[in-house]
């Protein structure tokens, strides 16, 4: 059996459907293989990729493989080659009243950022859209998150706030919708215990039932001014998280966290959210 494989060093940057090239150029996913995703040959690190066409269909509260999940009564998490789709997505639907909801972590740890470190990286993207982006509608986040006074992931209740749809007071890194802005994303992280920071507002903005590309890297070589860089459809952003930045009690610095996609709907009227695919990869520091 061949294994077709993409060199991202050799392909420039584009918006396809894919992972996003300018992303990914300087990741060693070949060097981070091994026997599982939690450690490689050259670098200790983390890394997976899940297109999720080959997951099944999830009945709440229920956990499978590597994940764990958290639904609200009557809230799916459902595989769309599940319902004999040729698409490798997961939905999340059923989400009929105030305040359901339905999430997806990691179960373990897999990721951090440490300030003053020489070594280490951070790499995130996903592929999501949401079916409507009225206010109310469907608040999300996506990128990483835990619970890292309880050591716990976050497919729980209450990872987003009921009524607002922001961030619970748990660790996080990566892109916040809320209810009373369906269409915009901001770029934010919290330190367990802090005040919510939003280094980048509107970094985006949805359009109803279209999938957008999100992601961020950290590289500890980067310039001190540009430690973390965000991306939308595969383009840098111009504003960047800073050296000061993680440097400071409201960064959740030195706090191993893990790929965490949760959202909650404001109002009681079904609100679908499809992620396509996601990429995470990490060099321990």
Known sequence: MSVQKTEYRQVPSTTAAGPSPVIWADCPWEELE??????????????????????????????????????????????????????????????????????????DQTSQIQKGSATGGVWFECR??????????????????????????????????????VLGAYSYLGFNTVHAAGETVN????AEGQAITTPIAGVATMVADTYMNLGFKYHPQNKRAERIKVYVNGAVQSTYVTEANIAAATFPDGEKMA???????????????????????????
């Open 34 to 107: 091994g026997p599982n995703a939690y450690c490689g040959g050259s670098f200790k690190g983390f890394h997976h990729w899940n297109d999720f066409m080959l997951s099944p269909s999830v009945p709440s509260t229920t956990g499978v493989s590597e994940y764990a999940l958290y639904n609200d009564t009557g809230v799916t998490v459902t595989a769309l080659s599940a319902q004999g789709m040729n698409v490798g997505a997961i939905q999340v639907g059923g989400n009929d009243l105030d305040n359901d909801e339905g999430s997806i972590s990691f179960r």
């Open 128 to 165: 999501i859209k949401k079916a409507s982006i009225a206010d109310n509608a469907l608040a999300l986040f996506a990128g990483l998150g835990y619970d890292t006074g309880t050591l716990a992931h976050l497919a729980r209740a209450n990872t987003l706030i009921d009524d607002t749809g």
């Open 187 to 190: 770029f934010v992280y919290r």
């Open 259 to 285: 790929p965490l996609i949760a959202t909650k709907v404001g109002a009681s009227a079904e609100s679908l959210f499809t992620i396509d695919w996601w990429r995470i990869a990490s060099i321990e520091p």
